[in-house]
């Protein structure tokens, strides 16, 4: 079946610096991987949306890579501020199905 | 415009009684889904709703969870009798065509079962 793996440690970025989280998968390649962020308390938010025929995707300060030969998406905060402190999900879907990893907290330190 | 609404957005029960949660998609949605999220399996989808049909419920975990979706409006997701292992936060979320497509999730329902 088909497993996500996002880093479950914290990771804590310098304010200003640019943070890059990673979501890796094993099996079948997604049609769709989506990232959101889920602040505490609260559902998680749509970020962006990348296919499977494409490379990168950019929205303001956020950039999404992926490499279906690495079978790994990477997403970047660029210029980050202490408000993208959050957990970042990453998510696969294909043919239907969708799976959701347990994401990544992310701490800007001011 | 209101996003998904859930309700409650607490709840504290004991043990073998019956939990109703409630789930308000975004008007115009036609797909809803119901997901389970804890520390330990993170989150987890339980079934989706496609224009009020329920097209997976393999993630449901027993029979004594069901999920009904009677209008376009509305949907429920049940638990009888509950336990213990239940407790979690339960959240419904929407979109427009699709596991591919973004979804908009409510704020959850916290879970406690005592």
């Known amino acids: 079946s088909q497993k996500i793996e996002q880093n479950s440690e914290a990771l804590n970025i310098q304010e200003g610096k640019t943070a890059t989280l990673t979501c890796n998968y094993t099996?079948?390649?997604?049609?769709?991987l989506q990232w959101y962020r889920q602040d505490p308390g609260r559902g998680p938010v749509f970020l962006l949306l990348?296919?499977?025929?494409?490379k990168e995707k950019r929205k303001e300060r956020l950039k999404v890579t992926f490499d279906t030969t690495l079978k790994q998406s990477l997403f970047h905060i660029t210029a980050s501020q202490p408000a993208d402190s959050a957990t970042y999900l990453c998510?696969?879907?294909?043919?239907?199905?969708?799976?959701f990893g347990k994401g990544t907290r992310l701490h800007i330190l001011p | 415009d209101a996003g998904v609404i859930q309700s409650p957005r607490h709840e504290v029960t004991e043990m073998g009684q019956e939990v109703t949660l409630r789930c308000k998609p975004i008007?115009?949605?036609?797909?809803l889904f119901w997901y389970r999220q804890t520390m330990m399996r993170g989150l987890e989808l339980l079934i989706y709703f496609n224009n009020n049909v329920p097209i997976d419920d393999s993630g449901m975990p027993e029979d004594r969870f069901s999920a009904k979706m009677p209008n376009a409006s509305f949907s429920t997701l049940k638990i009888q009798p509950s336990e213990p292992r239940d407790s979690a936060v339960y959240f419904c979320a929407s979109s427009f065509g699709g596991t591919r497509q973004p979804q908009h999730f409510g704020d959850g329902t916290r879970l406690s079962i005592l």
């Open positions: 099996n079948y390649s997604p049609a769709y």
């Open positions: 990348i296919r499977e025929n494409e």
């Open positions: 998510a696969l879907a294909r043919d239907d199905k969708i799976i």
């Open positions: 008007s115009g949605h036609d797909y």
